[in-house]
């Protein structure tokens, strides 16, 4: 089992930047996983917006966010963490953290998720 606990959201302008991070706990060693971040809006699907390989070598992003967010992670602190710069409206969601047992986009691939935490970006 793993515990996943999201912190760092809130409310920004556009135009301004956040950090999010998860803290991971659990008996399997956080470095067995790969990490990501999803996201829901009001109203739509969850949807994928980054990963990372279980050394940090490898990351993947959305098309929507590629060049202004930047996933991260310490092994050491068994933390993940995404860096958004250049926030728009259309970011506003619920930001969730997964680990999965390897590196993919598809939800359904990740086993443990975090409550999630909420960013709202104001026009």
């Known amino acids: 089992q793993v515990q996943l606990v999201e912190s760092g959201g809130g409310l920004v302008q556009a135009g301004g930047s956040l950090r999010l991070s998860c803290a991971a706990s659990g008996r399997t060693p956080f470095s067995a996983y790969a990490m990501a971040w999803f996201r829901q809006a009001p109203g739509k699907e969850r949807e994928f917006v980054a990963v990372?390989?279980?050394?940090?070598?490898?990351?993947n992003y959305a098309d929507s966010v590629k060049g202004r967010f930047t996933i991260s992670r310490d092994n050491a602190k068994n933390t993940v963490s995404l860096q958004m710069n250049s926030l728009k409206p259309e970011d506003t969601a619920v930001y969730y953290c997964a680990a999965g047992s390897r590196m993919t986009r598809s939800e359904y691939n990740m086993n443990y998720w975090g409550k999630g935490t909420l960013v709202t970006v104001s026009s």
């Open positions: 990372i390989s279980w050394n940090g070598g490898t990351t």
